[in-house]
C-alpha cells in the first residue's frame, strides 16, 4: 500500500486554515485539527491537576473550568510559561494525531495536520508538503475582530509570538488565497492534493 503524504497547513492567525483543512478532508484526506486535541488533552484530569499546581485558582472558573482565554493571557504575557505549557500538550496531542492517522486505508487520499504552530513545534518535519494558506493582514484582522472580538494590538501579539508569516511562506511548497470565493479555494485545494498524488 502507498502511504498517503502528510500535508502541513500554515498561514497567519485568521487566514482560514481550518477551512482549508476541512476542503481536503471532504476530498478523503484524514485531517488532525490541533487546537480540536489541544482542546481534548486539556480536559484530561492530570494536566488540568499540573496546571493547577503551576498556576493555581487562576487558570479556573469559579465552577472549576480551565479558563483558556486566561491561560493564553498568562502565556502570551511571558514566553517561559508559553514553552512550559507547549512542553506539557505538544506531545500529548501528537499522540492523538498519531492514533488519527493510523486509521489511514489505502483509499486515504492524504494525511493533513492543521496546526498553529506547525513550524514552531517542529511538526513540519513529518511533512511531505506544505501548504501556506494567504490572506492580506487587513482581512485576517476583520475576521478575529469579528469572530474573537481581537483588537489589532491582540492580533500583533499573538502574531509577534509565531514565526514571521514570509519566513512561513518561504516554506511552503503551495500557496492558496483564501479571501472570500470558496468555491475558488476548494478548486485550488482539489488541485493541490490531485498534484500531491501523482508524486507518490
Given at each position: 500500500m502507498?502511504?498517503?503524504?502528510?500535508?502541513?497547513?500554515i498561514g497567519g492567525i485568521g487566514s482560514g486554515k481550518s477551512t482549508v483543512a476541512q476542503m481536503f478532508g471532504a476530498l478523503g484526506c484524514i485531517v488532525a485539527d490541533a487546537d480540536a486535541n489541544i482542546s481534548l488533552v486539556l480536559q484530561q484530569v492530570e494536566v488540568q491537576h499540573t496546571l493547577?499546581?503551576?498556576?493555581?485558582?487562576?487558570v479556573f472558573t469559579e465552577e472549576q473550568v480551565l479558563d483558556r482565554s486566561a491561560i493564553a493571557g498568562l502565556v502570551f504575557a511571558d514566553k517561559?510559561?508559553?514553552?512550559?505549557l507547549e512542553?506539557?500538550?505538544?506531545p500529548l496531542a501528537r499522540s492523538l494525531q498519531e492514533e488519527q492517522f493510523s486509521k489511514a486505508s489505502s483509499s486515504t487520499a492524504g494525511l493533513v495536520i492543521?496546526?498553529?504552530?506547525?513550524?514552531?513545534?517542529?511538526?513540519?518535519?513529518l511533512c511531505d508538503t506544505i501548504v501556506f494558506v494567504h490572506v492580506p493582514f487587513e482581512t485576517r484582522l476583520?475576521?478575529?475582530a469579528e469572530s474573537r472580538d481581537w483588537s489589532k494590538q491582540d492580533l500583533q501579539e499573538r502574531e509577534a509570538a509565531q514565526l514571521p508569516l514570509d519566513k512561513?511562506?518561504?516554506?511552503?511548497?503551495?500557496?492558496?488565497?483564501?479571501?472570500g470565493n470558496l468555491d475558488a479555494v476548494h478548486a485550488r485545494v482539489s488541485e493541490i492534493l490531485e498534484e500531491i498524488r501523482r508524486q507518490s
Open positions: 502507498t502511504t498517503p503524504k502528510v500535508i502541513g497547513i493547577r499546581e503551576w498556576w493555581g485558582d487562576a517561559d510559561e508559553r514553552k512550559r512542553a506539557l500538550l505538544h492543521d496546526a498553529p504552530l506547525l513550524i514552531e513545534s517542529g511538526l513540519d518535519a476583520k475576521r478575529v512561513k511562506q518561504e516554506k511552503a511548497d503551495y500557496i492558496v488565497t483564501n479571501e
